[in-house]
């Protein structure tokens, strides 16, 4: 195991081709945190790490992390700022293009 995660736990990654946060379901990765699956022993944490290593190593995915969870309301919630920062989505609204059919990018 990297670190000490208690349970419940699950499994989050940046998708390297789209690059955005994704978790683990148990069966392939999912944009919504609540179709995470919730390691609930340390057994399942490092299964979840084995499942991670596996996707690094094909390049489907980067920079993944166990996140200790809490249940709020039926919804799944991060008990760790970073990941409750990601799970919201971007911080930045960069607005409609000037130009329509235009993407916003930013260098």
Not at 24 to 29: F, H, I, K, N, R
Request: avoid cysteine.
């Amino acid at each position: 195991m990297k670190n000490k995660i208690p349970a419940p736990a699950i499994l989050s990654a940046h998708d390297l081709r789209e690059g955005y946060v994704a978790y683990w379901t148990g069966e392939l990765w999912s944009r919504d945190i609540n179709q995470a699956k919730i390691a609930h022993a340390d057994d399942e944490i490092i299964e979840m790490e084995t499942v991670a290593a596996s996707f690094i190593a094909q390049n489907i995915i980067v920079d993944f992390a166990i996140i200790p969870i809490a249940h709020i309301a039926y919804k799944i919630t991060s008990k760790t700022l970073r990941e409750s920062f990601l799970i919201s989505g971007p911080t930045i609204d960069y607005g409609e293009p000037s130009i329509e059919g235009a993407l916003n990018v930013s260098i």
